[in-house]
Every structure is written in C-alpha cells, then in structure tokens.
C-alpha cells in the first residue's frame, strides 16, 4: 500500500490499542518518502512501547535516526529505567528549547506524554498548544479531563469536530468527554465506543471504555462482562484490573486477586495509590478507636 492513506491503518489501530494489528500493518506499506517512512516507524516503535518491549526500542534505534525517532527511544529509556527519568527530562527540554526540532509532532506527542506521567498537567498543556495533529489535540482534551475541567475539553473537542469529525482520535475524545459530562452524556459515549469497536476490532482499551460506560449506568453485570473480555486479551492490563475491582465491588464479589495483581504489574497506578491512602486513613481512624 502506498499513497496519502497508506498509513491510515497503522495510525487507526495504534489509537485504538491494537498495538499487534499496528505493527503488522505497518510491513504491509511500501513508503514513498522519508517522512513517512519515519511516520511508520515511529508508529511501530510506539506499538513495541506499548506493549511493553522497551529494550527492543532502545536497541533497534540508533543515535543517527531522525529527532522523531529519537524521541521514541527516549520514552523507552524512561519507563524503562526510573534512574534516567531526570536525564531525559533534561534531554526532552533542551530539544524543546531547539528550533531545529520543537515543532516535530512526535517529539511533542512523546514530551506531552512524559509531562503528563510526571504529573505536570500544565507543561504537558503547554507542549499541546505548540502542536497541530489531532493525536496532540485529542491528549489535550484528556488532560484537561484529568483536571476537571470539561468545560476546556468541550471547546478543544469541537475545534477537533471542525477538523475531522470522523477521524478515531475525535471520536475518542467524543467518547471521554461524553463520560466525563455524565448523565444522558453517558449513553452517547457508549454508542461511540460501540461503534469503533464494531467497524474496527474490539481491543482492551474500546473493552474498558464500554464497561466505564455501563459502570456509570449502573449497568455492572454488562461492564463485567467487557471487563473479562479485556481481561481475555491481555491479563496483565492495569486499567482493566482496577476497572475489575470496581465492578466487583459493585456486584458484592471479591476483589482481593484482581487488586493484588495490578499492585504487581503497576504498583504506581493511579487506584493502587487512591487504595493505599484510604487504607492509611482506616488504619489511623482505627488507631483512634483503639485508644
């Protein structure tokens, strides 16, 4: 395949999370340039990101590759080694700082992300604003629905509408913003990740967002049942378990395997926290009593 479309595929199966589908449909392109040969890659090795294999990135990269490439074995370097965190930092900054190479999209797309991981909301927001895809764009609507602020995400949301109303990342950002607005809001959100996963494949992440969907409609038998699905597809998926631990919850099942075992594969998750300072709390309420 070759052409303005050939990596269409690549593209849409990354944004969904069919980070295999990506890779293997990324052999099938026969590029036409460079630029998008390095597209291609840059896609690919995110897949390999994503799916884990951080020192196959790292190897595979070498110091001569383009910026865009560089910047994809630096986010290797960083989940894979918590002691380079502040070396790549550095690195992500001075890059920034560069004119040569601060408008590259992936560069911003990779700095965002590791803003955003770091927990800098704003700079993550700042990096965004520099940028003009609509995978930047569609990550600013989901920062500012970390920071609760809908109201941002909804007027990013409809420049992104004007743009492309079609395209996947919209319609995920439709999707999340939908849920975040609740109420009838929900319903639409649910039709939209039914609909992706319908016309495409149905992965983890489209699983989850349709059980988040049936957990806010107090729909739990049916977010269970997504649940699972995504479980099925990948066991060691930190999202799917802590969305397993909810809905148990829900259906007055026991959560001790599924909570235990996100505490093993990502004991940084966001609910592995929550969880722990609730216990902290109970335990010095408890202590309180007992005195």
Same mark, same amino acid.
């Given at each position: ?100 190479? $601060?408008?590259?999209?992936? @560069?911003?797309?990779?700095? =965002?992300?590791?803003?955003? &991981?770091? #927990? !800098?909301?704003? /700079? %993550? ?75 495409? $494949?149905?992965?983890?992440? @489209?699983?989850?967002?349709? =059980?988040?969907?049936?957990? &806010?409609? #107090? !729909?739990?038998? /049916? %977010? ?68």
């Amino acid at each position: 395949m070759s052409g303005p479309d050939a990596l269409f595929n690549v593209h849409n199966s990354f944004y969904l999370g069919a980070y295999q589908q990506a890779i293997n449909e990324a052999s099938d392109v026969d590029c036409e340039s460079d630029q998008e040969r390095t597209d291609r890659d840059c896609f690919v090795y995110r897949a390999y990101i994503a799916m884990g294999s951080y020192q196959l990135v790292i190897s595979e990269i070498s110091e001569d590759a383009p910026t865009a490439l560089q910047a994809v074995k630096l986010y290797a370097q960083y989940l894979d080694d918590s002691d380079k965190k502040e070396s790549v930092l550095a690195t992500i900054q001075d890059w920034l700082n560069d004119p040569a190479c $601060s408008s590259n999209q992936t @560069l911003l797309v990779i700095a =965002a992300t590791i803003y955003a &991981a770091e #927990g !800098n909301y704003n /700079e %993550a927001l700042k990096i965004c604003h520099n940028g003009n895809s609509l995978e930047l764009m569609a990550f600013m609507v989901q920062l500012l629905l970390r920071m609760d602020r809908s109201d941002q995400a909804e007027k990013h949301l409809k420049a992104m509408s004007q743009i492309d109303d079609d395209a996947t990342c919209t319609q995920l950002a439709t999707a999340w913003t939908n849920l975040a607005l609740g109420g009838s809001k929900v319903q639409e959100a649910f039709y939209v990740f039914q609909e992706l996963g319908d016309k495409y $494949s149905w992965t983890v992440k @489209l699983h989850n967002g349709s =059980a988040v969907c049936s957990l &806010a409609m #107090g !729909n739990h038998e /049916e %977010a269970e049942k997504e649940l699972l699905e995504a479980l099925n597809k990948d066991n060691k998926d930190p999202d799917t378990l802590a969305n397993l631990v909810v809905s148990q919850l829900h259906l007055g099942k026991p959560t001790a395997r599924y909570l235990n075992q996100l505490k093993m594969v990502a004991p940084e998750h966001m609910f592995v926290k929550k969880n722990e300072q609730m216990e902290d709390l109970f335990d010095k309420a408890a202590e309180g009593f007992s005195a």
